[in-house]
């Protein structure tokens, strides 16, 4: 077969794998798979078996992590991380997270057996989405320090802790610190989905990302008074939901006055929840973003004054938690620079962004120098079952990552970096 058919077989097998895991999941008939649920089990299963025949030795650390290390030509040798996420959000699509992985193990693959001079570390983190405890990134926490107590003790819906969730996984809590990147780390590298229109309407496969946006989340919980519906006039109210819909309309309307700027209220629940009952609690979640950290906190501001205003004039009370305050992280430039030069390699053009979505890359970006290559999202389409990724696009990124792969074993620049790790 041709390398260019070569290419294109494994991409198949790479797209393939995404959808084979899409189907462990805690719900029938769409995908979910939250931090360390059964479904996480069956998931780290699959991989285990594609990474142990890749020549990978595989572990589970204690947050979760699934860790399958290829070693390099000589032992003592720094390794290189390559993954992502392997979590998902509810009725989610293939690729998001998974992708990156399951690349990461046919980059392995397409190794088949060469050893270089540094080791390769491929990571599925545990968590990155948010969704179980509404903080994300507990698995990229762990391996640079921050899976804390305080993180240990949040519980989720039902009541269970971070650390009975790793309980109930088989793993040890008390191990957690063992997860922590040790000093022979020498950089993290993630495939992602762009899950936005820009490559597309680029007409690029393949983009270099720069920097992740800066990202606050806070929830809000709106209490006012539960009432008979029928009995209560219209003025006598302190309608929750009345509120919390208000507020969501101004939160709109905010991110609307800033280009660039993005605000969502994605999660709302009332209680007590019947069509004759005035809601006496609304809690809603807000996620805003933008690629300056100054605009972000200044209209996290504005939002909570908004909110602030609405409750005392509809004389409702306010509570707020922050779940989130994450500051803009930039890449690491030799390694953009690299994969630039890579992508330049095999024929495509390097297009540098901003990426507006969270990924684990901003959290280990805190200990090792980190960077993110892009594929295209065909129509623009994450977060969604919708979500897909063309196979071609998949070649060209296992060809760009094999040829980061040989720049990075004879760079220089490593060499002096290997030797300080
Ligand atoms: C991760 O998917 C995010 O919310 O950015
Ligand atoms: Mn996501
Ligand atoms: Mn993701």
Redesign the pocket.
């Known amino acids: 077969m041709s390398a260019r058919g070569i290419a294109t077989s494994r991409a198949e097998e790479v797209v393939a794998r995404c959808k084979r895991l899409a189907s462990f999941s805690e719900d029938p008939g769409s995908t979910r798979r939250t931090f360390l649920s059964p479904a996480m089990h069956e998931c780290q299963r699959e991989l285990t078996k594609w990474l142990v025949d890749a020549g990978a030795e595989v572990t589970v650390d204690a947050a979760g992590n699934l860790r399958g290390f290829y070693a390099a030509a000589q032992s003592g040798a720094p390794r290189l991380l390559i993954g992502s996420?392997l979590d998902?959000?509810p009725n989610?699509g293939a690729y998001?997270?998974v992708l990156g992985v399951v690349l990461a193990v046919a980059l392995l693959e397409a190794l088949e057996g060469r050893r270089l001079p540094f080791g390769i570390e491929v990571v599925g983190f545990s968590e990155?989405?948010g969704v179980r405890y509404g903080t994300p990134f507990i698995g990229s926490r762990a391996l640079v320090g921050r899976l804390d107590e305080e993180l240990l003790n949040r519980r989720d819906a039902n009541g269970i802790s971070v650390r009975r969730a790793i309980e109930g996984f088989g793993l040890n809590p008390a191990e957690v610190p063992r997860a922590v990147l040790a000093d022979d780390a020498l950089a993290f590298l993630e495939f992602h989905i762009e899950?936005g229109p820009v490559l597309e309407s680029l007409g690029l496969p393949l983009g270099v990302v720069e920097a992740i946006a800066a990202q606050t989340r806070i929830e809000f919980v709106f209490q006012g008074r539960a009432n008979h519906a029928g009995t209560t006039p219209m003025h006598l109210r302190h309608d929750a939901i009345a509120a919390a819909a208000e507020w969501i309309v101004a939160v709109e309307q905010t991110a609307h006055s800033q280009p660039g700027l993005v605000a969502t209220v994605g999660q709302i629940e009332a209680k007590p929840g019947a069509a004759n009952v005035i809601a006496g609690e609304a809690r809603a979640t807000l996620d805003l973003r933008h690629e300056s950290d100054d605009v972000c906190a200044r209209t996290a501001d504005t939002i909570v004054r908004l909110a602030e205003e609405i409750a005392g004039r509809r004389g409702l009370k306010l509570r707020r938690s922050e779940l989130l305050n994450q500051k803009r992280v930039a890449m690491d430039t030799f390694l953009v620079e690299q994969i630039e030069e890579a992508l330049r390699g095999i024929g495509c053009t390097a297009h540098r962004m901003v990426s507006g979505?969270?990924h684990d890359a901003m959290i280990l970006a805190e200990k090792v120098p980190s960077a993110m290559i892009f594929l295209r999202s065909p129509g623009g389409i994450?977060?969604d079952p919708a979500e897909s990724v063309r196979v071609e696009d998949v070649a060209k990124a296992l060809e760009c990552g094999l040829h980061l792969l040989d720049q990075l074993a004879s760079s220089s620049e490593l060499q002096k970096r290997m030797c300080r790790a």
Request: aromatic share 0%; proline share 0%; net charge negative.
């Open positions: 996420h998902t959000i989610a998001d997270g990155e989405e899950q979505a969270g994450s977060h």
